[in-house]
């Protein structure tokens, strides 16, 4: 039974080779509060499992600092705004 708390992120991201991919595996790969997280090239899409209190706006900067170009952003299958409070 998956925690209550635990939610999965999911960006559509505009990457364009590994190179970019490897980028925001780096970054999420430093991030706190992450439980398991998946780059793929081919979806165009990063997939984040994240523990009870890493919130989708930390994340969604997060990958956003690689400079790459977010579509689109769900939470537990739910759209969400990708813009960012500055």
Same mark, same amino acid.
């Given at each position: 039974?998956a925690?209550q708390?635990?939610?999965?992120?999911?960006f559509?991201?505009?990457?364009s080779?590994?190179?970019?991919?490897?980028a925001?595996?780096r970054?999420?790969?430093?991030?706190?509060g992450?439980? +398991?997280? %998946?780059? +793929?090239?081919?979806?165009q899409?990063?997939v984040?499992?994240?523990?009870p209190?890493? %919130?989708?706006?930390?994340v969604?900067?997060?990958?956003?600092?690689?400079?790459?170009?977010?579509?689109?952003g769900?939470?537990d299958g739910? +759209?969400? +705004?990708?813009?960012?409070a500055?």
């Amino acid at each position: 039974m998956a925690e209550q708390n635990q939610h999965t992120y999911k960006f559509n991201v505009t990457m364009s080779c590994g190179g970019c991919s490897g980028a925001i595996n780096r970054v999420l790969g430093k991030l706190e509060g992450i439980e +398991s997280y %998946d780059v +793929s090239l081919d979806k165009q899409e990063a997939v984040v499992v994240a523990k009870p209190g890493l %919130d989708y706006e930390t994340v969604l900067k997060t990958i956003k600092k690689t400079g790459k170009k977010v579509n689109s952003g769900f939470v537990d299958g739910e +759209s969400r +705004s990708i813009e960012v409070a500055e």
